[in-house]
């Protein structure tokens, strides 16, 4: 049996994310591709368990290298228990948020450095990847992102960090995409959301043929 695939869909606060994850998976779906859908931080047991400790209480609770330990402990597990067993079973998984969100929040917006966190992916995962990587993307003024993030999911721990954090967060995702471009893509998030779906789909377009 093929192997299946792992497509990370990433964005900032505010952009449609959790729509066009549903889409996405119906469209993958009516293909014919078994999809398994998931979610970081968490996904598997273990990983969810992490997930209260790093959402709920106050901004300060954990320090930005604590916070990046717990975000690499709850991947391995999530990729142990969830995601490597329905990639063997030849199923796709489509996540919620991955690495790059750590990579982008995390090493980028936090101050950790893109480089420090992927070394903490390296030992916590192996530097095990998504196939793909999208990026859902708003080109806005900070303005914009303001109220992204008002209206948004700016009761957690993370989403209610100031506008100047969540403007240095897409900045790490398009440093990500000039990076790795064959992994990671950023995509127009404007516009309808079928014609978002319809851009999702083209950019993995390679994978589905
Ligand atoms: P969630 O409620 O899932 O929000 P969203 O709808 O924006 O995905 O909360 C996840 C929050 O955690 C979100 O603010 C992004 C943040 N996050 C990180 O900072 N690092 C990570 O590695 C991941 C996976 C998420």
């Known amino acids: ?18 729509t066009q994850l549903a889409a996405l998976a119906e469209a993958l779906r009516g293909r014919g591709i ?18 209260k400790l790093l959402l709920e209480g106050d901004d300060t609770r954990w320090n930005p290298r604590a916070e990046a330990l717990l ?24 996540s919620d948020r991955f690495l790059d969100s750590s990579l982008a929040y995390q090493g980028e917006a936090g101050g950790l450095g893109i480089d420090a ?8 995962s192996l530097d095990f990847l998504p196939d793909r990587t999208l990026v859902l993307q708003l080109a806005e003024d900070e303005a ?10 700016a009761g957690d721990r993370i989403g209610s960090r100031p506008p100047s954090y969540h403007a240095a967060v897409d900045a790490g995702f398009r440093v ?12 127009d998030a ?19 043929g």
């Open 176 to 187: 990500l995409a000039a990076r790795e471009p064959d992994r990671v893509r950023l995509v």
């Open 71 to 94: 975000f690499a402990a709850a991947r391995s597990d999530h990729i142990e228990t969830t995601i490597k067993p329905a990639l063997g079973r030849g199923e796709w998984v489509l």
């Open 144 to 153: 914009g992102a303001r109220a992204r993030v008002r209206d948004g999911h």
């Open 1 to 18: 049996m093929r192997r299946g695939r792992l497509i990370s869909l990433e964005g900032g606060e505010g952009v449609g994310k959790s």
């Open 117 to 124: 966190v992927r070394d903490l992916h390296r030992f916590g």
């Open 34 to 51: 078994s999809v398994v859908v998931t979610r970081e931080p968490g996904g598997s047991q273990g990983a969810e368990a992490i997930r």
């Open 190 to 208: 404007s516009g309808s959301p079928a014609t978002v779906t319809a851009r999702l789909l083209y950019a993995l377009g390679d994978l589905i």
